[in-house]
């Protein structure tokens, strides 16, 4: 079948899908192996796939099988899984949603659903399932241990918030891409936010205006912060150094820098 990878990955999800007459890969980007809306005998589903190598990225996948129950209605509900570490393959058939990305633009009048959806995901209590996934992505760019001990908390965490990762649509507005859900502090969704905010063209203050209609935000210690920002920044610096012809990953390291800069100032 054009479109799907090989004729294993159809023989696993023939059960589900039955015979597959189109496949359509979405505009924007996912960091699969493969992913795409499969249309078959039995309805359509957003398909996501990973190939178990060695070193590849299939914990990613497991994690969001696991935490997909628990975070509903917020996320498309899995459908069916198939595959698994002796076929090579592991795949997961989520339902279809009818949306778009988000636009985090200044003056978008998506903003306010984006906050309140982080407020939202705040909000879900943490599922046992990710009692075990404690948060320690931005440890490696803190300054010290007691550093990074401010990015723990028991709050469950997406931390991938992007505009690609927030759908809306006419149902109401979904998160997707549940890859490395974590157990952290309740800012760093909203930290993560500022970030992006920053890079689709607010000035720092605009971007921290917005994460402060989070709750999350407006609890938790400003030293907390300054300490995510500088983290934040050197993480951005870093992947940007790897990869300098990127021009995203340059754009969130200069606006990570910009967030600091305004963090630092006296009036912040």
């Keep these: 079948m054009t479109g799907l ?52 990225r299939k914990d990613s996948l497991l994690r969001e099988q696991a935490i997909n129950p628990f975070v509903q209605p917020l996320s498309p509900s899995l459908v069916w899984s198939a595959g698994g570490d002796e076929d090579g393959w592991i795949i997961l058939g989520f339902e279809v949603i009818e949306g778009r990305a988000s636009r985090f633009e200044k003056g978008s009048s998506d903003l306010s659903a984006v906050v309140e959806t982080l407020d939202r995901i705040a909000g879900l209590g943490l599922p046992e399932a990710a009692k075990g996934w404690s948060e320690d992505r ?96 050197r993480m951005h610096r870093y992947f940007s150094g790897r990869d300098p012809h990127v021009p995203w990953l340059t754009a969130m390291a200069e606006s990570a820098e910009a967030w600091v800069e305004r963090r630092r100032r006296p009036d912040a």
């Design 138 to 233: 931005w440890d490696g760019f803190a300054t010290s241990a007691s550093e990074a001990a401010l990015f723990r908390g028991n709050t469950l965490v997406h931390s991938d918030i992007n505009p690609s990762n927030i759908i809306i649509g006419e149902r109401g507005t979904w998160v997707v891409d549940w890859s490395w859900p974590t157990r952290g502090a309740a800012f760093i969704d909203p930290g993560c936010l500022v970030v992006q905010l920053i890079a689709a063209g607010h000035t720092p203050e605009s971007a921290e205006g917005w994460a402060s209609r989070c709750s999350a935000w407006t609890s938790a210690d400003p030293r907390a912060i300054d300490a995510f920002a500088l983290a934040s920044l």
């Design 5 to 56: 990878p090989d004729s294993h990955f159809e023989e696993l999800i023939h059960p589900h899908t039955g015979a597959v007459g189109h496949v359509r890969t979405p505009a924007r980007g996912f960091s699969s192996d493969f992913a795409a809306v499969v249309e078959g005998e039995k309805g359509r589903f957003f398909v996501k796939a990973m190939f178990n190598v060695p070193g590849g």
